[in-house]
């Protein structure tokens, strides 16, 4: 079936359309970092100035702070309280392939390892519409971790910049079905077709920075135990868990109690394994040397991921290296791991 187009005009009508059926949520400068923000209903000046977001995506379904209950104490125990549902589902405009995959991957635990009901309540029920990158930032390694920056089998509807228009690609059932109750667009053409393609291909080739990671499970596992190695790869960061907390693909998080007299709730909110006093609540902390915890960091994605679920828990969006405040930069850490066939003692 032919693709569909959208005038970039048109877009403050598309977005108002689909805003009758669910929450729509679109990149937003509104606090001074980007992330994706309920749209405002008018404004879409974030297509002239949108890289990526600060905030990834995933803060949609794993937000940074989540209520899970409420809880009273009744005569004869607690009584607990499920937290309000929302009332409309999300819809998620100009998600970034990189992010949508990340998405993907966060699924892995939130659904196969467990059934987060938080999670895949409002996961399931979320229409992902994902815009390809033109101008991916230098930190930017998609394409080294599987991800094109302009395609996506990760998105609902995938948007192509092709000119004046948006090419719009049917990618999912979900997706189709609200390509066919949406109006105002129109069948692309063949010459539609070849721009998008040419525009798929000038994204990739746009990220010029790459990462060679073949190997490198069995790499990792076999330096383990170096302990010099990590000390040097640990040795400038400062434990601020930027690089955890904005990952797209990490998902820690603590769980407290706000209690006033008889009355509470209890909340999740995001931790990072970075942090010296990550787990000290229920037990110790067993990473208590830096370099324990960011071992922790880049094993976890590189080594434990593709253990259990097959997958290098990296998309090579770049944010840990964009943000991180020393410059540090897993890219080099995982190029600097050595190639070694028993572990190191
Ligand atoms: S952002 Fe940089 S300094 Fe902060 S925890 Fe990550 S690596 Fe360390
Ligand atoms: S490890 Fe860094 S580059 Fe990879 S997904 Fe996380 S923030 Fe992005």
């Not at 359309?17 to 400068?29: D, H, I, K, L």
Request: glycine share 6%; charged share 30%.
């Amino acid at each position: 079936m032919a693709n569909k187009k959208v005038n970039k005009k048109d877009i403050t009508g598309l977005l108002k359309e689909w805003g009758q059926q669910f929450a729509v949520f679109a990149p937003s400068r509104e606090s001074g970092v980007a992330a994706m923000a309920e749209w405002d209903g008018k404004d879409t000046s974030f297509l002239d100035w949108y890289r990526n977001t600060v905030v990834p995506p995933k803060a949609s379904f794993l937000p940074p702070m989540e209520e899970m209950f409420r809880f009273q104490k009744g005569k004869e125990g607690y009584n607990i309280a499920p937290p309000p549902k929302a009332e409309r589902s999300q819809l998620l405009f100009d998600v970034r392939p990189c992010d949508a995959r990340a998405m993907a991957i966060l699924d892995m635990t939130f659904e196969q390892a467990l059934e987060d009901p938080y999670y895949l309540s409002k996961r399931k029920s979320a229409i992902l519409v994902g815009l390809g990158c033109t101008n991916p930032c230098e930190s930017c390694f998609c394409t080294s971790m599987g991800v094109s920056p302009a395609e996506s089998a990760d998105v609902d509807l995938m948007l192509i910049d092709i000119g004046d228009d948006f090419l719009v690609e049917e990618v999912t059932a979900k997706g189709k079905e609200l390509i066919s109750k949406t109006s105002g667009l129109k069948e692309a053409t063949k010459e539609d077709e070849a721009k998008a393609k040419q525009a798929r291909k000038a994204s990739y080739d746009k990220v010029t920075r790459k990462l060679d990671t073949g190997g490198i499970k069995d790499k990792l596992l076999a330096s383990f135990d170096d302990e010099e190695f990590w000390e040097k790869v640990a040795a400038k960061c400062i434990s601020c868990g930027i690089c955890t907390l904005l990952c797209p693909t990490c998902y820690c998080f603590d769980i407290n109690d706000e209690l006033v007299k008889q009355e509470g709730t209890r909340f999740r909110s995001w931790d990072s394994c970075g942090f010296p006093n990550y787990t000290k609540m229920p037990m110790e902390n067993p990473r208590q040397e830096k370099w324990r915890r960011v071992r922790q960091k880049v094993c976890h994605k590189y080594e434990f991921y593709p253990m259990t679920f097959n997958v290098i828990a990296c998309t090579g969006c770049g944010r840990c290296i964009r943000l991180c405040p020393v410059n540090w930069d897993i890219t080099q850490v995982i190029e600097s791991v050595p190639a070694r066939t028993e572990a190191k003692k």
